[in-house]
């Protein structure tokens, strides 16, 4: 009985502190988003959030897209040749690159490479008390770190999505034309007919979202950072683990809404 009242207690305990983080995650968002048209409008610290969150991750975006949209278009290929339908792999790996991969996985990418960095950054700066000397100063952490950052991340992640996407789309189009010498013109037709516009405003929307996602994230375990530095490890593997896990989450439930 022991045993069993302790395994209880401690999933009370963890379920009470997972509702209890999620509530502080979504009042940390709500105060940043309300901040967001507030003066002054650190133009440049935006811009440095864009670069270092969107174009230093095209690189590990480029390569994730081409080689993800290689192996499903060859997976695609061995599959569809059993039925004499090589030529409507394209329909399916584009299909699919739009609608989830390129989302999902250019949106895990970006938090594996920058949402890293940015709790890693923010918990120095926490356990370093640099963000209580911002309260001294009378500005506030949120408005000065979180913003710049989560607006960085709306802009940047459509923009990833769409690279993901279209080199996803000119890796297939390689194995299954150029390798496995599909048709070119059929494979492409294929590609485009079934692709509409409805489809890649939602994917966009995921990718909105997925930004949304990772830069609450990991600012919120950044600003809780305890512990010096075994603190901000510990707090920047929680930071990916749980973006990685909300992303996969979220994806379904807007899929299953928006299809």
Known sequence: ????????????????KMFADAGSVAVMLMDAVRMIPKRPFRLKLLLKQIEFIGANSVPIVILTGIFTGMVFGLQCYVGFRNFGAESMAGTIVALAMIR?????????????????????ELGTM?????IDALYSMAVDPVHYLMVPRL????????????????????????VNVIVMGT?????????????NGADIFNS??????FGIIIASICCYNGFNTKMGAEGVGKATTTAVVQSCVLILMFDYIMTSFLV
């Not at 966009?204 to 979202?209: I, Q």
């Open 1 to 16: 009985m022991g045993i069993i009242k302790g395994a209880l207690e401690l999933t009370g305990r963890k379920t009470l």
């Open 126 to 130: 926490k356990v370093t008390e640099q």
């Open 183 to 195: 048709n070119a013109s059929m494979y492409y037709d294929n590609s485009v007919l079934y692709v």
């Open 100 to 120: 989830e991969l390129g989302p999902v996985l250019s949106s895990i990418m970006v938090a594996a490479r920058a949402g890293s960095a940015m709790t890693a």
């Open 151 to 174: 607006t960085a991340s709306m802009i940047a992640m459509p923009l990833m999505n769409g690279i993901c996407i279209l080199f996803g789309l000119l890796g297939g189009y390689f």
């Open 204 to 209: 966009m929307f995921k990718a909105l979202v």
